[in-house]
């Protein structure tokens, strides 16, 4: 379709062809995907689809023109905050996702530093571990605030000691994770909550993908370090509702120990020709189904229901990490607190990423990291029913990888080395951007999602692998 039909195409017809699109997606229903979709089930789904579909025009830029908005976001914000252990000091906002919910306190704690100041802020900077989520990287170049990173330990956790010593007069705020986006793994919020405090200086904790499992798995009997309000130092906490909250997409929530925290974010003017203007968070026009089916959520689960989820999650968890750990060679990459986890190889023989091909050939979507090479699991309720064929193929595919060396050195395993390995990360980094000039590009070459067949892996990928043998050669060659 390269432009608007001249006539309308009736409607029915057009829902079926959104309808045969989707064959091409990544089928989600059957479990054998471990991110981008938070699932449980048909009910659940149709459950939010009619909540948000009851808001769906109303517009949440003008609480006063939708009251009923205000008071869901209100609402979400509350039970967030009490959930977290916050007092009802505690101010907060629901935003888009994530992303915004991590870009704003920079945006805050920036602002903050600079009102506070005789003397300039400079060059403002931000402290975070190497495995703080990619959102805070994006915040730090979008708001000109220097991230310096903090190494990790071998279980995966900021290095306290790292982050006291790269405290300076331009520090504008502390950020770990609980728990952190690769490994699951809780950072030592406790101790920098002292670091924070002790300087003086704002500390966010980033629980998008804890915030609403953490606080029932702690319930459960788990062990679970202090990580929300009652830390004194912590003064500002994202959760995403829209992940292990199973709402609908587009909700996440932002919540600071009081409005003198929070007030940095918001933006007035006030001589537009529209208008005064006035926005608590990043959007302007703010859909209305997303606060209306997070609100519903929290609420049709309860904290009964919550908790079964979380039981569910843990129990699979157990299972799938027990079972990863028995397959020889496997290791699990520190303590993952909850139903996120990464398992890496400590055999020479067996290169993970090409288990990880191994894997997709069984129909699993397989999510790799780098440093250290390993793959990733987010586990929901519906894992449940696939514990015993994930363990199955994963022993299967550690074994042909084991007796094939090539694999090592072949297909999508050799391009993820590559990308993950190469010393030149300039390098990398132009591939990347010219895969996304031709994704984003008026051609939209679309770029195949490895499709588990025995088929030649995508030839942008081989391209990618070439230039980076070649760069690889020259510098060898010292040249
Ligand atoms: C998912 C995630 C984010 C970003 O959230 P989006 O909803 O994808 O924008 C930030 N931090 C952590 C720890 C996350 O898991």
């Known amino acids: 379709m390269k432009s608007i039909p001249e006539k309308g195409i009736p409607r029915k017809e057009v829902l079926d062809k959104l309808k045969g699109f989707a064959r091409e997606d990544v089928n989600y229903r059957d479990n054998k995907i471990f991110s981008l979709v938070y699932y449980l089930g048909e009910e659940h789904t149709d459950f939010l689809k009619q909540a948000y579909g009851m808001y769906f025009s109303e517009n949440g830029l003008n609480p006063m023109a939708f009251r009923s908005l205000k008071r869901f976001e209100h609402e979400v914000v509350r039970m967030s905050a009490s959930l977290l252990n916050g007092d009802d000091q505690v101010a907060g906002v629901m935003t888009s996702g994530g992303t915004e919910s991590c870009l704003l306190p920079v945006l805050a704690y920036r602002e903050m530093a600079r009102a506070g100041r005789v003397i300039p802020l400079r060059r403002p900077e931000m402290i975070a571990p190497e495995t703080i989520h990619v959102a805070w990287e994006k915040a730090a170049k979008y708001f000109n605030v220097k991230m310096v990173h903090v190494p990790v330990d071998s279980d995966c956790r900021a290095d306290v000691n790292a982050v006291r010593r790269k405290i300076n007069r331009n520090t504008i705020m502390i950020v770990a994770s609980a728990p952190s986006y690769p490994h699951g793994v809780i950072d030592p919020i406790a101790q920098l909550g002292e670091i924070a405090l002790s300087h003086g200086i704002p500390f966010h904790v980033d629980s998008c993908l804890g915030g609403f499992l953490l606080p029932f798995v702690e319930r459960l009997g788990y062990e679970v370090p202090p990580f929300d309000f009652r830390v004194p130092g912590v003064t500002s906490i994202s959760a995403d509702v829209h992940k292990y909250g199973f709402s609908a997409k587009g909700a996440s929530t932002v919540l600071y120990r009081n409005i003198d925290y929070m007030k940095h974010q918001f933006y007035i003017y006030a001589d537009w020709p529209g208008g005064v203007f006035a926005s608590p968070a990043l959007l302007g026009t703010r859909p209305g189904g997303s606060i209306a089916a997070a609100w519903a959520a929290l609420n049709a689960i309860g904290m009964d229901g919550y908790l079964d989820i979380a039981r569910t999650i843990m129990d699979t968890t157990g299972k799938l990490k027990a079972g ?156």
């Open 324 to 479: 990863i750990e028995a397959i020889d060679g496997l290791k699990i990459l520190g303590k993952p607190a909850m139903g996120v986890f990464a398992y890496k190889s400590e055999d020479r023989d067996v290169n993970i990423f090409a288990v990880g091909d191994q894997l997709e050939k069984k129909g699993w979507l397989v999510d790799r990291l780098q440093k250290p090479d390993a793959l990733h699991c987010m586990i929901t309720p519906r894992h449940a029913a696939i514990v015993d064929q994930y363990l199955e193929n994963l022993q299967g595919g550690v074994e042909i990888v084991r007796h094939n060396p090539k694999l090592a050195t072949s297909g999508n395993a050799a391009m993820y080395g590559m990308i993950a390995h190469v010393p030149l990360r300039a390098l990398v980094n132009k591939q990347v951007a010219k895969m996304m000039d031709e994704l984003y590009g008026p051609q939209c070459i679309m770029p195949s999602l490895s499709t588990g067949s025995d088929q030649d892996s995508d030839p942008r990928a081989v391209k990618l692998l070439s230039a980076g043998l070649n760069a690889l050669n020259r510098l060898k060659k010292g040249s």
